[in-house]
């Protein structure tokens, strides 16, 4: 029996034990980055651009910026009692897109001529208007084109790390864990330039629509400055 017993331990020691479970090392941001390859330095890149862009476009295309209430109430209570030296002042120490059209309305229409005619300013102050909003859709556009450029150079990281890949193919490689890198690469480029270009796009339609919008209405209130100011008559240009 005791031999039985002894063959019976022994039988348990020689079996084999069941190999640990493969743990997934945890990556950083910053592993994750330099898997990336080389692509990824113009895409992070292109992500400081965007955020720049958007600073701007945030700065620039907003009501306080083109369509301040305060100054238009001061421009239409000046232009109301045709004085254009006031609105003038008015316009001088304001920065605004309001401010900028009304001036350059009254200084250009006033060129040449003796009185100033509702065509003549209103034409003027379309001109403006319409400069205006090209300098603001410069940084708009900007959006978009670093929208459609982001997912280029995604593409270009998908086929650097295919074409790594492959190359571990044409070597006799044969382990998945082969290709592993290259597919990575490729992986992590697509979605990083996904990562900039998707809220990129978002942000240039926010800012596209509320541009059309401000201007529209930048439109509107110069048209009822002019309207307010001739009151139906010509008036002498100072």
């Known amino acids: 029996m005791s031999m039985s017993f002894a063959t019976h331990v022994a039988a348990q020691d020689a079996t084999p034990q069941s190999a640990p479970a493969a743990q997934v090392q945890k990556e950083s941001l910053l592993d994750i980055y330099f898997k990336g390859g080389w692509v990824m330095h113009f895409i992070a890149l292109s992500s400081v651009a965007v955020i720049g ?93 670093l929208a459609a450029v982001a997912p280029m150079m995604g593409l270009l990281g998908t086929v650097s790390g295919m074409i790594g890949s492959f190359d571990q193919l044409a070597a006799g490689a044969t382990k998945p864990s082969d290709f592993a890198g290259g597919i990575g690469e490729a992986m992590i480029t697509t979605a990083a330039a996904l ?43 100072e």
């Open 53 to 145: 862009v958007i600073a701007v476009c945030a700065i620039r295309i907003n009501r306080k910026k083109l369509l301040p209430a305060e100054i238009e109430k001061s421009l239409a209570l000046a232009l109301s009692r045709q004085d254009v030296s006031e609105a003038l002042k008015i316009c001088e120490s304001n920065e605004s897109a309001l401010s900028h059209v009304i001036k350059e309305t009254f200084t250009k229409a006033a060129a040449g001529v003796t009185v100033y005619s509702k065509a003549d300013l209103e034409s003027v102050a379309a001109e403006t208007i319409f400069h205006e909003e090209t300098k603001s859709m410069l940084w708009v556009n900007m959006l978009n084109g």
């Open 195 to 237: 990562i900039v270009a998707i809220p990129a796009m978002f942000c240039y339609f926010i800012f596209k629509n509320l541009l059309q919008s401000l201007v529209t209405e930048l439109a509107n209130a110069s048209s009822n400055l002019i309207n307010g100011f001739i009151s139906g008559s010509s008036v002498p240009a």
